[in-house]
């Protein structure tokens, strides 16, 4: 094949799949077709529109993530128009799902408790520091904008207040997705990864604790007759525990039985985290007809923890992760890109002043607080200087958390709702690009460390001959 | 949620197909597991848990797992069609096999449906429905039906053995080869008839798109490779290369089925045109074939929990016809091609009978072609005949090797029959 063909066949592939789809989506064929035959075209389309975008953006040392996710924006519904059509976007849901509990089984995989253990002091102080600085920031910033000079109109005072101090709460959320997929990516080893790895982590399942009991306190503010449910605090700790444990033991009988499955490790772990998923809905809604309380496993949470056991307290850690490897481009691709396509361009629209501020005010609330607290815990100082431009990213969890406001303050809350989904969405831009520069310049990444320069070396020396 | 147990119990149950045989097969259990990894077990077992048994798979279910035999059907496409790389079929055979092979797929083809005409025009040709109300006439229906007939009696595929030994032991036996070359051919040509089919038109596609019909899929077919093998000249990693080419398969699924055209077919040609412009497509091909098995394993159960047996009678005597017809044809055949190139014909016809798991995707492709009015029936007639041709196949293949691995001395005699009677049986 023709060498020029080649150097460029990204753009030649894009701009062919990107016409054909164009073209195709505009016959009278495609629209007279069944939701499902769109989304498996739809599904085919966003792999490889997908991957070509991640190719292009690596080549102007980007992350490959902002590709994916570019594409998922820019074909998306409310851009371009090729994926669109509520249903082909729910048939598209469904993989979704299944590709965040497989993203959640690689950060368990990733988590070594031996190398966790020894950074314990650095994770607590960053988190407690993120806590203690972050969310009272924000929740002051926002509140006294929204008084003052941007004020929000139609709102008491305490519910300004109280939207500001949950979406401060949820400006702490990072996602753990986005980072593993980055770490991946950049092949990133070191203290620096683990750290911010751990860190992380221990935010993701914090942010869903803090935010339920910021949930619970401003509804008992609010409304003084509904007072502070000690129950269902209690209820968040059950399920917590329940989806940790429950994690565990599927994680070990799994772990245990790598070492005989060869060549279908990969269906058996996709089966996996389809399994995980569908049965903690299935046990949450059993729970719930028979005792008639809310219970909801995490199927998250589940995987995290099999992920973790799998990695430590079975031999199989090793091969079990480098199946997950092979497997998890594709997967990575069609998680973001399904995410690109979900950002809410319209509240981005309706929203930006603020959405950037809030935007500009977390990251520097993020990066003061990862000073502080790389500081006492006393990480390099690459890592103080870091650690909290590396936390930016958000993604599904803090979506879901920030909806919730919405259902449970009908009044007031899509005043919230649509400012979280728009801070979220720049967050989603922004936050792979910084974790990456934050990555390259703690020298943990391949290229950093000078193997990727002899990688690429070696493969230019290969094109030549 | 249901949608999704059903797919997790399909897939498993695929799993195991795929991993009981090889373990029990050598086992006290190995009847059973051998029954369970062969097609018919798998059929069994769609049919027990589709609609006509327990109806854990209903309808519903059922048309949300399209997809995934559409996925199946490209995957399957896909590898056959790499496997036609010039550059390694040089040393190949000479062009006049070949012709021979070609020859001998479309005249065993022909006439077999030959055989069948009279069912075709007495039985299933005389239905009102078709005449008064077919939207493409009556002549492009039984047309369309005769070359579906033919495509699926021209196809015939290599047997390999499900016991281990003899898979290992047959190996080296010097027909492995000549019958390799003869079933891709045969395969070859079981495509380009389902390619003519296309000429026809579909029941509900319309007179007169004949020729629209037949070069959409060589567009896509060629386009989608074309993509693909460009995107994997690069040097790419195993990761890139598993997302271009399950990338690619997805889109030329998605694409044909919204076309409603042969998938088969259209990632057939796209994999004749990887192997053939791109120089990393056995490494294309190493990516897709893990998943190869498991996916027919897939398509087997999906095809017994879709099955809907239409008219029993009708069915079974046009199976019978198939059958017999093939099996004449077949060894007809084998007379004329063999005594041209010097092989025993009676080796050569037992060796074209089976037809296996490529002779299912083919007879799910064409589907899309049979007029609604009978296309269970005649669904289950070819369904019914692609299996007794297997059960005729695999005796004749094993007595044929048997008896080189008998005549080299790896196999003792008693042995060799015992295993030919339990393959028989199974």
Redesign the interface.
Known sequence: ?NPR??KN??W??LI??VG?MSF?SETE??SQ?SP??????????L??SG??MGELTRRVKLPALTGYLGAGILFGPQLGGLISGDQMIVELT?IDELALTFIALTVGGELHLKELRRRAWGIVANVSFLLLITIPGITLGLGWVCQGPMGATGMRSMEIWMMAALLGVLSIGPSPATAIALMRETRAKGPFTELVLGVTVCLDVLVVILFAIALSLAGSLLDPETGLNALFLLGLAIELGVSLVLGGIAGYALGKNVDRLH??LA??IL?FC??I??AA??LSGMVETQLGVHFQLEPVLICMAAGMVIQNATSSGPRFMEEM??????IY?VFFAILGVRIDLHALMDTWPIALGFVALRLFLLWVSGRVGGRISKEPASACNWLGSSLVTQAGVSVGLSLLIGVRFPGWGSAPVTLALAVIGLNQVVGPILLKLALDRSGETVRRSGVGEKLEAI?KL??EA | MRILLSLILILALAFLGHRWPSQLGEGPHKRIARFFGQGVGLIAIGIALGPLGLNLIDQEILSVLTPLKVLTLAWVGLLFGLQFDRAVMGPGPPKRLIGLFLLEGLGSGWVTALFCLPWIMGVIGGGDGIRENGSVGWLPVIGGLYFTISALAGCSSYYESSDAEIRRATRKWPLRPFFHYAAAGDQLVALLLLWAVAAFGTPTGGAGGGWVWISLPLFLGVAAGFLIALLSSRRVGRQDRLTIAMGGVLLVSGVAMNMNLPVLLVSTIAGIVIANASPGSSKLSEELLPAERPLFLVMLLLIGTSWRPGQWGIALGLALTYTVGRVLAKFGFAWITGSRIGHRPSELGMGLLFQGAFALAVLIDSSWFLHPEWADTVSTALLLGILMSDALGAASFTRLSGQWLASEGMMPPDENATSIQEEAAL
């Open positions: 094949m063909w080649v066949a990204h030649f592939g062919f799949i054909f195709y064929t495609f077709q499902r035959a769109q989304a498996v075209l739809g599904f085919g389309f792999l490889l991957y070509l469904r060549g279908e269906v058996v089966i389809v399994f998923s569908q809905h299935a490897e092979r497997i998890s481009i594709p691709i493969r290969n094109q």
